[in-house]
């Protein structure tokens, strides 16, 4: 699976959107961008996926550029409770696993 | 519907003892997976089971094993513990598509902290 690089940590005021970065180089044409995400000692939560168009659902949208080399997920109006690790990776077919990397560390402020 | 429950919540054992973790996915889910999450790192693989067989395994030792059973619920075994195997085993399940396997959403549940003293 490809390998993807997100920023340690972000801070977002409750309220504004949140916009996290994920950076895929090697992605290949069929593997998908995941989003999940882990509040503290709780099990990962489901966000969304895609693999070429933007994606939205009721949490979340995933905007992924035209090389498909890196996505954003955007919270768009981040609560108190989207304060969490948000995990990007990017899966193909014929892998069954998750590969977590170290996530992006969401703050979200009053 | 219930989400993915895992039993029990909490564990504590010492060294060299074994231990068996449980799980039982979203009703109509029938792969199950397993990942250890040890304090201030990200989940990490250690096994698929579709259909009661094994799909995948992570890089972890033959002390850990785990199975399916014909209602897909599913045990994780650890023999021999080690201190390093105090972590957090969450359990994911999913239905897989068409294909039989293909990125199909894990849905995670709340996690089994074991602690080895």
């Known amino acids: 699976d490809a390998k993807t690089t997100q920023p340690p940590s972000m801070d977002c005021a409750e309220g504004r959107a949140a916009n996290l970065p994920c950076n895929h180089s090697t992605i290949s044409g069929n593997e998908y961008v995941y989003w999940y995400r882990q509040i503290h000692s709780q099990g990962p939560q489901y966000i969304i996926h895609g693999l070429k168009n933007n994606e939205t659902n009721e949490m979340a949208s995933l905007i992924i550029t035209e090389d498909r080399k890196s996505s954003t997920l955007i919270l768009p109006h981040a609560t108190l409770r989207d304060t969490a690790v948000y995990y990007c990776m990017v899966i193909t077919g014929t892998a069954s696993k998750l590969t977590f990397g170290t996530g992006t560390r969401l703050q979200v402020t009053l | 519907d219930a989400g993915v429950t895992q039993s029990p919540t909490h564990l504590i054992k010492t060294r060299g003892q074994h231990v068996t973790l449980r799980c039982s996915p979203i009703?109509?889910?029938?792969?199950v997976s397993w990942y250890q999450q040890v304090l201030g790192q990200g989940p990490q693989f250690i096994f698929q089971y579709y259909e009661k067989e094994e799909r995948g395994r992570g890089n972890f030792p033959d002390r850990f094993s785990a199975r399916q059973f014909p209602n897909y619920s599913s045990e994780l075994n650890v023999n021999a513990l080690l201190l390093g195997d105090s972590a957090l085993y969450l359990c994911?399940?999913?239905?897989?598509?068409?294909?039989?396997?293909?990125?199909?959403?894990?849905?995670f549940g709340p996690g089994t902290r074991l602690l080895v003293l």
């Open positions: 994911a399940s999913s239905m897989p598509g068409l294909a039989g396997g293909f990125q199909e959403t894990q849905y």
């Open positions: 009703s109509g889910h029938k792969s």
